[in-house]
């Protein structure tokens, strides 16, 4: 496919994901003070008892103006296949005096990572006031993009360097991960400037890079023990699939076998567009880790 055919379609997959009007969860929780310190919660819609739960972390290059609004067609679409579904928001990147930039910059330390611990922490308590009939045992991470690079940080806390304030003494109770389209591995995707600087921007000045990288990269938290997948389209021109393919690469060298579903064709935002053929597929992905 040319490079003019690529963009075409990945413009036309785009316009389709972000078509879909919002769906306005069934509740809402605050798991802070600060205003983006909230889970909204999707019932399962044929109303079992015993639903798994989702957990979606949406993407966005952890920038500001990308919410969990874009997502929110994604959660309904989980929940009308019968998954309990709690989609997290976080404070995302803002023009700070010492981030300063053409556009909006991409996360907050340690804000960001701050908000994830704290949301996953609070999830049970959330859980079993919200959606009481949820089985919170059977509990999934899934994440897009941005997003995806934090549900493998969730799922890798008990694994950060010692000291660390987000580190759990033991793994965390989860079935599993499944990542969207992640920004797994930081090396590959600051080659190919994935999302245009936003790795850089988001862990700082050059001088704290090394150090704030091994808190926060996914490819540096390996192995987990938990069990993991990864969903990549093939024509994906925001994360490309030599990112996804680093990070599985990474995992198999320090002994841990992560899951690679390659979908050909498809590009970035099919996987989370209740419209598309991929987002079933995601679904199965849950649910083989889920059930």
């Known amino acids: 496919m040319s490079d003019s055919a690529a963009r075409d379609r990945d413009a036309v997959e785009t316009e389709s994901a ?31 008892a015993g639903a798994p739960v989702v957990v979606v972390l949406h993407g966005g290059a952890w920038r500001a103006p990308y919410d969990r609004g874009h997502v929110s067609p994604f959660a309904d679409f989980l929940a009308r296949r019968g998954f309990a579904v709690a989609s997290v928001e976080y404070r995302r990147g803002s023009e700070l005096p010492q981030q300063r930039g053409s556009g909006p910059v991409a ?37 897009h993009s941005a997003g995806g690079q934090l549900a493998l940080w969730a799922a890798a806390r008990h694994v950060l360097p010692e000291g660390s304030p987000w580190r759990l003494p033991r793994p965390p109770a989860l079935r599993g991960v499944v990542a969207l389209a ?11 400037d994935v999302c245009s600087g936003a790795i850089g921007q988001f862990l700082g000045r050059a001088e704290d890079y090394a150090e704030r990288s091994a808190y926060a990269d996914p490819a540096r938290l390996l192995p987990t023990g938990i069990a993991t997948v990864v969903v990549q389209g093939t024509t994906d021109l925001t994360v490309p699939q030599a990112v996804s393919e680093a990070f599985v690469d990474e995992a198999a060298r320090r002994g841990e076998t992560v899951g ?32």
């Open 18 to 48: 972000f078509s879909h009007p919002a769906v306005a969860p069934d509740a809402s929780a605050a798991y802070g003070s600060h205003p983006d310190q909230v889970i909204d919660f999707y019932a399962p819609r044929d109303g079992r």
């Open 107 to 143: 996360g907050r330390w340690p804000e960001t990572f701050d908000d994830i611990a704290a949301a996953m922490d609070a999830l049970p308590v959330l859980l079993a006031r919200e959606l009481p009939a949820a089985d919170a045992r059977r509990t999934v991470v899934t994440g």
């Open 182 to 192: 992640p920004i797994a591995d930081f090396a590959s995707a600051v080659e190919l």
């Open 260 to 291: 690679l579903t390659l979908l050909p064709e498809v590009g970035h935002f099919p996987l989370i567009d209740p419209a598309a053929d991929a987002c079933a597929v995601v679904a199965e992905e849950i649910a083989q880790l889920a059930w």
